[in-house]
């Protein structure tokens, strides 16, 4: 399906600017009709995201990038960075399991983030080939989302 619009904004790798990118998403995801239910998922997961970027990305400061691309049947939102890179089967070996499907009983603690949003998102996928990119696909009706999307998948370089 054609994508449609896209919205891109930066802001600083601050506690005190999470919010913005929340703002953001909520008005997008609001104007192409999703449900409250729907908004608040997307607002919280867009939330831990932008809050691994402060928290991981950037010990002296930085950028998150957040973009939104507008499609008929879903919205995809990117958390980017250009901060610390990590291995994503290094996070799995060390945080435990991020699938949404698993129970939360087996992850170690910090993995929460990453469970969290893989839950709340219909897929959740992620790149490293600079900085951390994590691409997050929500569906405006049910029917749209896939049988075989389960948690959070490698994404392929071509998305960059």
Do not use: W
Not at 23 to 35: D, I, K, M
């Amino acid at each position: 399906m054609e994508q449609h619009d896209r919205i891109h904004v930066e802001i600083p790798a601050k506690p005190e600017y999470v919010s913005i990118a929340r703002l953001t998403v909520s008005g997008v995801a609001n104007r192409l009709g999703f449900s409250y239910d729907d908004i608040e998922d997307i607002k919280i997961a867009v939330a831990e995201a932008c809050t691994n970027v402060v928290e991981h990305a950037y010990p002296e400061g930085g950028s998150i990038y957040l973009a939104c691309y507008i499609y008929d049947d879903r919205i995809q939102v990117v958390v980017a960075d250009q901060g610390k890179s990590f291995d994503i089967k290094d996070v799995e070996s060390r945080l435990g399991p991020v699938d949404a499907k698993k129970p939360v009983g087996d992850l170690k603690e910090g993995g929460l983030g990453l469970f969290l949003i893989s839950s709340l998102m219909d897929k959740v996928e992620i790149n490293e080939d600079n900085g951390v990119m994590l691409v997050m696909t929500k569906y405006l009706y049910e029917s749209g989302v896939e049988e075989s999307v389960d948690g959070i998948s490698s994404l392929q370089s071509e998305q960059g």
